[in-house]
């Protein structure tokens, strides 16, 4: 029997369980991948929680899970360019890769660079499309200043090197304790709390271009303060801002393709992208992984390794 992780209800960590399933099988277009790794995102938080039951309720028993990476365990009808044993990285759109075994259309594997750590293929998808949407969505122009809240986080540690790499002038916000590998990564690090808005005109005195907020609680409203217009501003979490002031909300979704992530493992497999791991959990303790998650101060991606 497989295992998977399931939830029968809204609630809190203590709702998840890692229970047998049935052997899944891969019906023709997919493949079936037995997972090594899969990363957890504070969205699933959220769903399980049943704070977004309006924009992505959940079918009880849900699973979690959209990022993984893995070994191909077996090919659907139909399947070409891709054999038993191939090592790849992909995401399911099924909350399902929190699990042993995951099936999915063939289409959303890619190659796993040779390179590549298990963990950090893993966990890419989520955070790096995201990232990628975001840094896309405020158009940067090389010489801009762009702030980012959430600096050092699972998404905007990977938004702030995506920055850089367009020669953009980039104000991190984040805890002290994550300064050090932000300047380590170019970006001038900013702290968050009492006074940020000062702080911030000081560091940029010929004021703020475009605004990445990952993390939500008034950034976006920061940013307007600031003088950024709506539309350099992007939210990856703050959507009652987007309805309010019109900013934008790109994210994972405007960016969930195979190309991208295969573009993104090129890179960290380079060395050109660093996508730090803060911890890696065996499955069955999911629910520790995720009081990990949601202290709120973890530095880069928490993996699971069925």
Do not use: C
Not at 48 to 73: E, I, K, M, N, Y
Request: cysteine-free.
């Amino acid at each position: 029997m497989a295992q998977a992780v399931r939830f029968d209800e809204y609630g809190d960590v203590d709702v998840l369980n890692v229970v047998e399933v049935p052997d899944p099988a891969p019906g023709p277009g997919e493949v079936l991948v037995a997972v090594v790794a899969a990363g957890i995102n504070p969205g699933e938080s959220k769903i399980r929680a049943g704070l977004l039951h309006d924009r992505w309720p959940a079918t009880f028993p849900s699973g979690q899970g959209t990022d993984f990476a893995g070994r191909v365990a077996a090919l659907g009808d139909g399947v070409s360019g891709i054999a038993v044993g191939d090592e790849v990285l992909g995401f399911t759109n099924n909350r399902a890769s929190h699990a042993t075994h995951v099936v999915v259309p063939a289409e959303q594997v890619t190659p796993k660079p040779a390179d590549l750590s298990w963990d950090i293929a893993g966990a890419l998808f989520v955070a790096g499309t995201t990232a990628f949407a975001a840094v896309r969505a405020v158009s940067p122009e090389a010489g801009e200043t762009i702030a980012v809240s959430g600096a050092s986080g699972g998404v905007g540690s990977i938004v702030v090197q995506l920055l850089r790499a367009r020669d953009v002038t980039v104000l991190g916000i984040a805890g002290p304790a994550k300064h050090d590998w932000l300047r380590a990564h170019g970006v001038t690090p900013i702290a968050y709390g009492e006074g940020l808005a000062e702080r911030l005109r000081t560091a940029a005195p010929d004021g703020i271009d475009a605004f990445i907020d990952t993390y939500g609680s008034g950034y976006v409203e920061l940013a307007l303060e600031l003088g950024v217009k709506p539309d350099r501003i992007n939210t990856i979490i703050d959507f009652p801002a987007v309805e309010k002031y019109g900013v934008k909300s790109e994210g994972n979704a405007a960016a969930d393709t195979i190309d991208v992530l295969a573009e993104l493992a090129d890179l960290a497999a380079a060395g050109t992208l660093e996508i730090p791991i803060a911890a890696t959990y065996p499955l069955t303790e999911v629910r520790a992984a995720y009081r990990e998650l949601e202290r709120d101060h973890t530095h880069g991606k928490i993996v699971l390794r069925p």
